[in-house]
Nanobody
Framework: QVQLVESGGGLVQAGGSLKLSCAASARTFSSYVMGWFRQVPGKDREFVAHVSWSSGSTSYADSVKGRFTISRDNAKNTVYLQMNSLKPEDTAVYYC????????????WGQGTRVTVSS
């Protein structure tokens, strides 16, 4: 069983930065991919970024490329999302998720952390 706990959300002005954290607990993470998603009320959940726990390879949505950086700290079992140059359209609830490397769907989700970017 994997448990994910996000933190770091809040209110920030446009152009500012926030760093989200996702503390993960599991027996082993070497075969997992960790992702960040976001959701605005009334819209589908949107992929933001993911990182392979073992290789460190990353992928980003076009809307955040060059502004957001996903990383992981193996010793702390924590995944981060550094968000720079924030825009009002980045306002959403951000979720951390985990899936096994060979699967395409995410099986484990955190409770979400709210990010609000004011103009």
């Amino acid at each position: 069983q994997v448990q994910l706990v996000e933190s770091g959300g809040g209110l920030v002005q446009a152009g500012g930065s926030l760093k989200l954290s996702c503390a993960a607990s599991a027996r082993t993470f070497s075969s997992y991919v960790m992702g960040w998603f976001r959701q605005v009320p009334g819209k589908d959940r949107e992929f933001v970024a993911h990182v392979s726990w073992s290789s460190g390879s990353t992928s980003y949505a076009d809307s955040v490329k060059g502004r957001f950086t996903i990383s992981r700290d193996n010793a702390k079992n924590t995944v981060y999302l550094q968000m720079n140059s924030l825009k009002p359209e980045d306002t959403a609830v951000y979720y951390c998720a985990a899936r096994q490397l060979f699967k395409r769907t995410y099986d484990y989700w955190g409770q979400g952390t709210r990010v609000t970017v004011s103009s």
